[in-house]
């Protein structure tokens, strides 16, 4: 099946810092999302982006499908961006069947 | 709107007992999902229906692992007999269409096994 390596693995921040968090996967896709889960276990889907750039807010995101990685950037981080962020993609032959990446837990501190 | 909604949010249970859980999806969702994720990993899909209907089920252990979603709105994910790497949180997310819609989550029900 596909393969999604996500790095850092771990990211700490002092607020206000930016940071880039970065997706990688092994086949062609047709849709890729980034997720973050809060510290209480809530996943928030946070961008449905399957090429190009969007941008909502401090964070937005870039994939580049040719070359198969994507980008998540945040910028100005709060204490409320910790947690882990996921990017998902779909797995070869089903379009809608995501596999989930290794995660980046973020933690941002005062 | 309202959120994708599951119960109970926290279980505890001896391995060899039975548990189940509920999940009912955002009105107007076609699809849902659930997820096992264990601690420290990504979540790993088990099912997804579309309607009442199974589209991937290759991923569900299904000697002990079983669901449905018979009028094609909430679903019930059940496990029987349990153990002990059984252990995770169960998430149920749903979307208004197969493949190329956003999923959106629900806050999971957390299983313990002893």
């Known amino acids: 099946g596909i393969q999604v390596e996500q790095s850092p693995p771990d990211l700490i921040l002092q607020e206000g810092a930016n940071s880039t968090l970065r997706c990688n996967f092994s086949?062609?896709?047709?849709?890729l999302q980034w997720f973050h889960q809060n510290p209480w276990g809530q996943l928030i889907n946070l961008f449905y982006?399957?090429?190009g750039t969007k941008q909502n807010g401090r964070l937005s995101a870039t994939t580049v499908a040719t070359e198969r990685y994507s980008l998540l950037y945040i910028s100005s981080s709060q204490t409320t961006d910790s947690g882990v962020y996921f990017c998902a993609v779909p797995g070869t032959g089903t379009a809608s069947k995501l596999t989930f990446g290794t995660g980046t837990r973020l933690q941002v501190t005062l | 709107e309202a959120g994708v909604a599951q119960s109970p949010r926290y279980k505890i249970i001896e391995k060899r007992q039975s548990v189940a859980f509920w999940c009912n999806p955002i009105s107007g969702h076609a699809t849902l999902y659930w997820y096992q994720q264990i601690l420290g990993q990504g979540p790993k899909l088990l099912i997804q229906f579309q309607n009442n209907g199974v589209v991937d089920d290759s991923q569900l252990p299904k000697d002990r692992f079983s669901a449905e979603r018979l009028k094609g709105v909430d679903s019930t994910l059940k496990i029987q007999p349990a153990k002990l790497e059984d252990s995770a949180v169960y998430l149920c997310?749903?979307?208004?269409?197969?493949?190329?819609?956003?999923?959106?989550f629900g806050a999971g029900s957390r299983l313990t096994v002893l």
């Open positions: 997310a749903s979307s208004r269409i197969s493949g190329a819609n956003v999923l959106t």
């Open positions: 982006i399957p090429s």
């Open positions: 086949d062609s896709v047709n849709n």
